[in-house]
């Protein structure tokens, strides 16, 4: 399993917004691609901090949601609740505990 992770410093105002943004479109964005296990959304108000947490079943599948505008469309389209740039690093899930 290959896990994306999105950082982002938030707008404190826009936290909400960005939430049901997520939930209501870019989650069930992620549910029709291939390879997509489960993603989490997560604020930390306090410090001004946002993480975009997607797992997906391969390498190949986490890159085919890049290389087909999905993760391009999502950053363009929550731009207006980010008060920076987001960085994006690449994980392999080594140790899953359910």
């Known amino acids: 399993m290959y896990a994306r992770i999105v950082q982002v410093p938030i707008r404190a105002e826009s936290a909400?917004?960005?939430t049901d943004y997520y939930r209501n479109s870019v989650g069930p964005a992620f549910k029709q691609q291939e390879g997509f296990k489960n993603s989490r959304f997560l604020i930390d108000s306090?410090?001004?901090k946002c993480l975009f947490v997607?797992?997906?079943?391969?390498?190949?599948?986490?890159?085919?949601?890049?290389?087909?505008?999905?993760?391009?469309?999502?950053?363009?389209?929550?731009?207006?609740y980010f008060a920076g740039s987001p960085t994006v690093d690449y994980y392999e899930v080594v140790e899953e505990v359910a």
């Open 46 to 48: 306090a410090n001004g």
């Open 54 to 80: 997607t797992l997906w079943e391969s390498e190949e599948a986490r890159a085919k949601s890049e290389n087909d505008g999905l993760l391009e469309n999502t950053l363009a389209n929550m731009k207006q």
């Open 16 to 18: 909400t917004d960005a």
